[in-house]
């Protein structure tokens, strides 16, 4: 059972670029949410979807989009690099609105130059 | 703003005794807490919750205790071992799922 799983583990970009963080989850999870990790910050909500074809803005939005045409995948895109989203990015999933318990991925580290 | 708080960046205790991880909230409307711990270069683990009607949920050596008129929740962790050296983030979550998180607290267990 693989989880949550996150692709690239790394990816370096010049400012400017655009690139998509992919995301896919095999427990039939309903919830599915991206967070960003920074130095003294904590994880910080920057989008989540209560189901295929909902998404909604989290605390940090500006920067990303997000879609969710199918339950197991929920890309992120950043559509024009900048350095302030030089970050470790977490997707994340949970069953269900009764259920807080989320399985996050292992993390990509995004080093934007 | 930051709606969850850790204050403590860091902690170290000794192997046997107890660690104890501090939490604050300022949002009076948040319904569940959680705890999530987290090695290096791995996404966080859920290790234990507490719902706000509660005030206290154990798990084996890990104690959650919820105080909501402090708006305050501390982890326990008795006794602490080697191995629960990590990362520890408390996280409190309302409607559809929309966790805040703290800071993170680095917990040290020396032998």
């Known amino acids: 059972n693989a989880g949550v799983t996150q692709t690239p583990k790394f990816q370096v970009l010049k400012t400017g670029q655009s690139m998509t963080l992919q995301c896919a989850q095999d427990?039939?999870?309903?919830?599915m949410s991206w967070y960003r990790q920074d130095p003294g910050m904590g994880l910080r909500l920057i989008h989540y979807?209560?189901?295929?074809?909902?998404?909604d803005q989290g605390e940090v939005p500006n920067g990303y989009n997000v879609s969710r045409s199918t339950t197991e995948d929920f890309p992120l895109r950043l559509l024009s690099a900048a350095p302030s989203q030089t970050s470790v990015y977490f997707c994340a999933s949970t069953r269900g609105p009764s259920d807080t318990e989320a399985f996050f991925g292992q993390g990509t580290r995004l080093t934007v130059v | 703003d930051q709606q969850v708080k850790q204050n403590s960046p860091s902690l170290s205790v000794q192997e046997g005794r107890i660690s104890i991880l501090n939490c604050d909230y300022t949002n009076s409307m948040f319904d569940y807490f959680l705890w999530y711990k987290k090695y290096p270069a791995e996404g966080p683990t859920f290790l234990i919750s507490i719902s706000s009607i509660k005030d206290k949920n154990e798990d084996g050596r890990f104690t959650v205790f919820l105080n909501k008129s402090a708006k305050h929740l501390s982890l326990h962790i008795v006794p602490s071992q080697p191995g629960d050296s990590a990362v520890y983030f408390c996280a409190a979550s309302y409607l559809n799922n929309d966790m805040r998180f703290g800071a993170g607290t680095r917990l040290t267990v020396k032998p």
């Open positions: 979807s209560v189901g295929a074809g909902i998404t």
């Open positions: 427990m039939n999870h309903e919830y």
